[in-house]
């Protein structure tokens, strides 16, 4: 399979530049190794190779020893790797000697020594629609952020489009596959979850039916901020109801295996008497996971445009996640008790910018006025100003607004 560069490969240049392991994690099927493979230059599969075990009782150095930076593939199979590997990092004092990936956490009752000051980790998820060839790259998301102003040309996507790309998702493996193709294999990736990942997060074993039905849950969810409480509800149906506590225990098992990825609440000072919400938002790593977890087609969407549009924003939340993880930016979004709402806050150290994520052009207007009306409640005395106003689109042009609000389409940006 052909590699298509990804917006990851500079970022873990840079980290293995100052740091002396890098841990990539990811869901699996992202392209963690595929990503790792391109600049390491000798590795070893923890997870499919019968020697590492007998090697670590041996002798853990030989399991270390060979080219640099050497790629320890699934090291979470083994947990006292990480031991091991920053003791050598610490021995060499040199960095990019190791490249870890890892598809799940590990057991938390593994005792580890801090990795601070050798590790560097970075997160990889499924492809952008820049990364997949979808978009045109008319707008940096960086320049935007920087005040330049905004143009792009009508996005060529139509809905039916749209759906399309929601139910493909951003797997590497099928970025070049025929549609039907995509969802199945989005299908079988789900059965596979159900039936053996989510048991190898942490030993447990789980119904696959319940898993399922979970997932399904959190598919009609995606977007919102549901309580364990609603998804309890939610997944009530035939046999065995689930109880809080199992919704719960199911919730950190697709977490520890990143297949669940919230949003979480931003919590800014305000002007008034106002308070933030701290519930995050429910989202899947791809949308393509809450689409097939629903039995959703490209079809089927087309017919159900509110179901459309939460999946739309969870993929435009995926790509800003993407666009934004070099420079240590982290999505969020912001909800109060007054009843004020922003779609997604994507936060840096030195700056925060303000998004409305809509499918259709008609409610650009009404998203507009929501963006300025929302952040002038916030303190910017502590947040300071949003480096940008920015209503992002599914079929729009990309303009600036005389009001200084810009409207991109997803399928004009790039980092």
């Not at 060499?92 to 560097?120: C, E, M, N, W």
């Not at 809080?244 to 008497?273: C, F, G, H």
Request: glycine content about 8%; overall charge positive; some cysteine.
């Amino acid at each position: 399979m052909e590699y298509i560069p990804r917006v990851a490969d500079a970022e873990l240049a840079a980290r293995l530049a100052r740091s002396g392991a890098v841990l990539v994690e990811g869901a699996k099927g992202c392209g963690k190794t595929e990503l790792a493979a391109r600049v390491a230059r000798s590795q070893v599969r923890v997870d499919t190779d019968p020697n590492v075990s007998a090697l670590l009782d041996v002798d853990p150095a030989l399991v270390l020893a060979g080219a640099t930076p050497r790629l320890i593939d699934e090291w979470q199979w083994q947990p006292t790797l990480w031991n091991h590997i920053r003791r050598a990092v610490d021995d060499r004092k040199a960095p990019g000697q190791f490249i870890l990936t890892g598809s799940a956490t590990p057991d938390p009752t593994v005792r580890r020594h801090s990795g601070a000051g050798r590790f560097s980790v970075m997160r990889l998820r499924p492809m952008s629609l820049w990364e997949l060839g979808r978009s045109t790259g008319e707008v940096s998301w960086q320049d935007l952020r920087g005040g330049r102003r905004v143009a792009a040309a009508p996005s060529s996507l139509g809905i039916d489009q749209v759906a399309e790309l929601v139910v493909r998702g951003g797997w590497p493996a099928m970025a070049r596959r025929p549609t039907a193709d995509a969802r199945d294999y989005v299908l079988d990736y789900l059965d596979l979850l159900a039936e053996a990942d989510m048991g190898q997060a942490d030993g447990v074993r789980r119904n696959p039916v319940r898993v399922k039905r979970l997932l399904a849950s959190l598919g009609r969810n995606t977007a919102t901020d549901a309580s364990i409480a609603t998804l309890t509800k939610d997944t009530a149906g035939a046999g065995a109801p689930f109880n809080r506590d199992t919704v719960a225990s199911y919730l950190e098992a697709l977490n520890r295996l990143m297949i669940a990825e919230d949003q979480p609440a931003w919590s800014p000072a305000l002007k008034d008497s106002a308070t933030p919400r701290k519930t995050p938002k429910r989202h899947l790593v791809d949308p393509s996971l809450a689409a097939a977890a629903m039995g959703a087609t490209p079809a089927k969407l087309v017919l159900e445009p509110k179901t459309l549009g939460s999946l739309f924003e969870s993929l435009v939340v995926r790509d800003l996640r993407v666009y934004s993880a070099a420079q240590r930016g982290q999505v969020f979004y912001y909800r109060d008790s007054a009843g004020r709402e922003l779609d997604a806050i994507v936060a840096y150290p030195d700056g925060w910018v303000a998004c409305e994520i809509k499918l259709g052009t008609g409610s650009i207007d009404r998203a507009a006025d929501n963006l300025k009306a929302v952040t002038a409640k916030i303190d910017t005395q502590t947040t300071g100003l949003p480096d940008a106003l920015v209503v992002i689109t599914a079929t729009s042009a990309g303009y600036q607004r005389r009001d200084g609000v810009r409207v991109v389409p997803a399928s004009a940006l790039r980092p």
